[in-house]
C-alpha cells in the first residue's frame, strides 16, 4: 500500500499490509519504505499494484545511480591524486643536468665521482662468506679454543689467551666483601689480627719463648698455618668447636689450652682426618693443655692430625 503525507506530498512511504478490518476499519501494517521520518495527522492510503511496481522501479534507479555517483567520485580522488603529483614536479622545476651530462642522460658507475674507488676498496661477498669485518681481535677470539673452567683474557692490544677458572676463583670472584673471601679462602680469625700481634715477646737471650694466640669469648675455631708451633688459648663459658683444615702441611703442630670452663671439641674438616689413641675428641676441663699434629699431607687437601695429652671423649 501507499500511504501519502496530505499535508507534504514528499512524505510517502510503502507499507505491508498485515491485517484490515472492513467493519471496524483497523488498519494493521508495518513501513517497508518512508521517505521521511516525518509524523503527520492526516495520510491517504491507497492499494493498486502498479504504484508498488513503479516504487521499486524508481528505487532501483536511485540505487543505481547512487552507485554510480560513488564510482564518479573515486575516480576523480584519483585523478586528483595524479595531478597533485604532477603539480609537485613542475613545482620542483627541470632538471638541467646530471654529472655534468645534459638531456637524455645514462648514468655509469665512473660519472659518480669516487663511487668506483670505493666499490673497489670493499671486500667481494665471497671474501666475506666465511670471515668476520676486518678486527684482528675478533679474529684472535675465535682462534681461542674454549674448554670447562676456562677463561679468555687480553696478552695484548690485539691478542687473547686462555686461562684455568675453577669454580673456588668463581666463588671468589663472587664475593661482595672481605668476610665473604675469608670464608671462602677457609681463612680464620688471624686474618684479621695486625701484624704486631705476631711479633715474639723479648726474652732473655739463649732462651725460647712461646707464643700466644688467645681467643676469648667465641664458639667456633679454624685453625691456621700461622698457629704452628704457638700455644692457641680457647676461653668461653659456652662450647667451643675447634676445626682442623685439611690443607695445612706435614710438620705443622700447635698446643691448644683451654682456658675457661667449657670443653673444646675438635673436628676435622671434609677431606682431614683426625686421630687419638683413646679415641678422645675434647679437652678433660679447664686449664687441660693438648697437643695436635699433621703427620701426613699427600696431596695438600687431606691432612692428617694426631690429638694427644689432657683429652677425654
Given at each position: 500500500m501507499l500511504a501519502t503525507d496530505n499535508l507534504d506530498?514528499?512524505?510517502w512511504g510503502l507499507l505491508s499490509l498485515n491485517a484490515y478490518s472492513?467493519?471496524?476499519?483497523?488498519?494493521?501494517?508495518?513501513?517497508?519504505?518512508?521517505?521521511?521520518?516525518?509524523?503527520?495527522?492526516?495520510?491517504?492510503?491507497?492499494?493498486?499494484?502498479?504504484?508498488?511496481?513503479?516504487?521499486?522501479?524508481?528505487?532501483?534507479s536511485a540505487q543505481t545511480a547512487a552507485n554510480t555517483a560513488v564510482a564518479a567520485e573515486s575516480s576523480v580522488v584519483n585523478s586528483i591524486g595524479d595531478l597533485q603529483t604532477l603539480i609537485n614536479i613542475v613545482s620542483a622545476g627541470p632538471v638541467a643536468s646530471v654529472a655534468g651530462k645534459t638531456g637524455a642522460v645514462t648514468l655509469a658507475t665512473s660519472d659518480i665521482i669516487g663511487l668506483d674507488t670505493a666499490l673497489l676498496g670493499k671486500a667481494s661477498v665471497a671474501s666475506l662468506s666465511s670471515k668476520q669485518d676486518n678486527s684482528a681481535l675478533l679474529t684472535a677470539f675465535a682462534?681461542?679454543?674454549?674448554?670447562?673452567?676456562?677463561?679468555?683474557?687480553?696478552?695484548?692490544?690485539?691478542s687473547l689467551g686462555i686461562t684455568g677458572f675453577t669454580a673456588l676463583a668463581r666463588a671468589l670472584?663472587?664475593?661482595?666483601?672481605?668476610?665473604?673471601?675469608?670464608?671462602?679462602?677457609?681463612?680464620g680469625t688471624a686474618a684479621l689480627a695486625a701484624t704486631t700481634d705476631f711479633a715474639p715477646a723479648a726474652v732473655p737471650s739463649g732462651t725460647v719463648a712461646a707464643q700466644f694466640d688467645d681467643q676469648v669469648s667465641i664458639t667456633t675455631y679454624t685453625f691456621a698455618s700461622t698457629?704452628?708451633?704457638?700455644?692457641?688459648?680457647?676461653?668461653n663459658v659456652n662450647p667451643i668447636t675447634a676445626t682442623l683444615p685439611n690443607n695445612l702441611p706435614k710438620g705443622w703442630n700447635c698446643l691448644v689450652y683451654q682456658g675457661n670452663l667449657s670443653q673444646v671439641t675438635f673436628v676435622a674438616a671434609s677431606g682431614a682426618t683426625m686421630h687419638n689413641r683413646l679415641g678422645n675428641i675434647k679437652t678433660a676441663g679447664q686449664y687441660a693443655v693438648v697437643s695436635i699434629m699433621c703427620v701426613s699431607n699427600v696431596d695438600g687437601g687431606s691432612a692428617v692430625y694426631v690429638l694427644g695429652g689432657d683429652t677425654s671423649s
Open positions: 506530498s514528499t512524505n472492513p467493519t471496524t476499519g483497523v488498519f494493521a501494517g508495518h513501513c517497508v519504505y518512508a521517505t521521511k521520518t516525518q509524523a503527520s495527522t492526516q495520510w491517504t492510503l491507497s492499494c493498486n499494484s502498479a504504484v508498488i511496481t513503479a516504487m521499486m522501479n524508481l528505487l532501483a682462534a681461542l679454543t674454549f674448554a670447562t673452567d676456562k677463561l679468555a683474557y687480553s696478552t695484548g692490544s690485539a670472584l663472587a664475593c661482595t666483601d672481605a668476610a665473604s673471601m675469608r670464608a671462602v679462602l677457609g681463612l698457629d704452628s708451633g704457638r700455644i692457641v688459648t680457647l676461653s
